[in-house]
């Protein structure tokens, strides 16, 4: 199984600005999957996104997928103080149930 | 709503104690997981099971085993507790699909070997 590579490793922006993060992998994916953790909890589901597709919305969230690049990117609008919070990418193949993740990308919103 | 509980949110044991860290879930999923976060290393996988009784290692097996005698529970076990298995213990769950699912997270267990 492999790991997505998230990007940058930590990011601070002002609230009301937008949070673009983003992810490598290294080899052919089934989907790619996006998740928040707030600091000491669990991980939570933002978006999936599968390989036939080149962009998801959520909210405000927006995710793209560049499958020649083996990248993704992860956007947040209008960010939130609420919005602060570990995102992670996590990049899945065919026929592997298991998902990896990196390190994650630190995201602050500051007041 | 979905629900993976962990039994226990904080634990102190003591170098060379029997660790047993439980998970619950109760979505009826296939697959479940368990993961240890550290700063700097992110996410690791430890053990994944795929069915009752049917486990897999993960990145970082040593020092660990796993039981899944019930679908919805699966425990992690630390058979001799050492310091460097200070972590949080992340467990998780999925049901099996073609596109593969969204996997649902516990709360976590912070554990401290002393």
């Known amino acids: 199984s492999q790991q997505g590579e998230e990007d940058p490793q930590a990011l601070s922006i002002q609230e009301g600005e937008n949070a673009t993060m983003n992810c490598s992998y290294k080899?052919?994916?089934?989907?790619l999957q996006w998740y928040r953790q707030n600091s000491g909890r669990g991980l939570v589901h933002l978006i999936l996104?599968?390989?036939?597709?080149r962009e998801k919305h959520s909210g405000r969230l927006r995710v793209t997928l560049d499958t020649s690049k083996k990248s993704s990117s992860l956007l947040i609008t209008a960010s939130r103080a609420a919005d602060t919070a570990s995102y992670f990418c996590?990049?899945?193949?065919?026929?592997?149930?298991?998902?990896?993740f990196g390190t994650g990308t630190r995201l602050t919103i500051i007041p | 709503d979905v629900k993976v509980t962990q039994s226990s949110r904080y634990l102190v044991k003591r170098t060379g104690e029997k660790v047993f860290l439980e998970c619950v879930q109760d979505?009826?999923?296939?697959?479940m997981f368990w993961y240890r976060q550290d700063p700097g290393l992110g996410l690791r996988l430890i053990y994944f099971?795929?069915?009752?009784?049917?486990?897999e290692k993960g990145d970082i097996p040593e020092g660990y085993s796993v039981s899944r005698e019930k679908k919805e529970r699966f425990s992690l076990i630390l058979e001799s507790a050492s310091t460097n298995q200070t972590s949080m213990y992340l467990c998780?769950?999925?049901?099996?699909?073609?596109?593969?699912?969204?996997?649902?997270f516990g709360e976590g267990s912070w554990l401290t070997v002393v």
């Open positions: 979505m009826d999923h296939e697959n």
């Open positions: 996104i599968r390989s036939n597709e």
């Open positions: 080899t052919s994916i089934n989907n």
């Open positions: 099971s795929y069915d009752v009784k049917m486990k």
């Open positions: 996590a990049p899945l193949g065919f026929g592997n149930e298991k998902l990896t």
């Open positions: 998780a769950s999925s049901s099996r699909g073609r596109w593969g699912n969204t996997i649902y």
